[in-house]
T-cell receptor, first 113, second 113 residues
Framework: GAVVSQHPSWVICKSGTSVKIECRSL??????MFWYRQFPKQSLMLMAT?????????EQGVEKDKFLINHASLTLSTLTVTSAHPEDSSFYIC?????????FGPGTRLTVT | AQSVTQPDIHITVSEGASLELRCNYS??????LFWYVQSPGQGLQLLLK??????LVQGIKGFEAEFKRSQSSFNLRKPSVHWSDAAEYFC???????????FGKGTRLHILP
């Protein structure tokens, strides 16, 4: 089946720095990828829809200048958390869409100290 | 508004007992239906999906789910749970092809030895 990878799987950064998370579809091309955020013991919250070659579409309440998304190719989308703060600490999951199904990455645990 | 409801936040069953996790959706037409499982600190794993056809679908790890149009439900079942089934379970729907996926809030399954 289709595989989506994320890198890194976990990252610790200092407050005020920026962190980039990569999401790759390994064996298929994805014109659309999604970025989710998940707080402990909660469901996934959609942050934005990433479309190859165009600007991302952000959900209401998500700061687009803070969470920069770049979908540079059909197999790669990146999420950059700029000027990270402790409240940005979370589990970030991406998915790539293929028709009716979404294939999820394994997630990235971000801890901001 | 379109929504997915998992009415049980927590469920506890004894190892070897049967399991049913409830899921209801509110859409006009039949959406594409999914069940995912998530272990702590891990990404999502697809258990099973329903697109059309036979309303009883078989998934991995001995799980099955039944789509009932009249009840707008897609309940997940397993005849005999194992301790390794303890995890968070998410029901999800995709209203139409290429739509973003909508998750329920999840049900945490606890297994008693």
């Amino acid at each position: 089946g289709a595989v989506v990878s994320q890198h890194p799987s976990w990252v610790i950064c200092k407050s005020g720095t920026s962190v980039k998370i990569e999401c790759r579809s390994l064996d298929f091309q994805a014109t659309t990828m999604f970025w989710y955020r998940q707080f402990p013991k909660q469901s996934l919250m959609l942050m934005a829809t990433s479309n190859e070659g165009s600007k991302a579409t952000y959900e209401q309440g998500v700061e687009k200048d803070k969470f920069l998304i770049n979908h540079a190719s059909l197999t790669l989308s990146t999420l950059t958390v700029t000027s990270a703060h402790p409240e940005d600490s979370s589990f970030y999951i991406c998915s790539a869409i293929a028709g009716y199904e979404q294939y999820f990455g394994p997630g990235t645990r971000l801890t901001v100290t | 508004a379109q929504s997915v409801t998992q009415p049980d936040i927590h469920i506890t069953v004894s190892e070897g007992a049967s399991l049913e996790l409830r899921c209801n959706y509110s859409y006009g037409a039949t959406p594409y239906l999914f069940w995912y499982v998530q272990s702590p600190g891990q990404g999502l794993q697809l258990l099973l999906k329903y697109f059309s056809g036979d309303t009883l679908v078989q998934g991995i790890k001995g799980f099955e789910a039944e789509f009932k149009r009249s009840q707008s439900s897609f309940n997940l079942r397993k005849p005999s749970v194992h301790w390794s089934d303890a995890a968070e379970y998410f029901c999800a729907v995709v209203p139409n092809r290429d739509d973003k996926i909508i998750f329920g809030k999840g049900t945490r399954l606890h297994i008693l030895p």
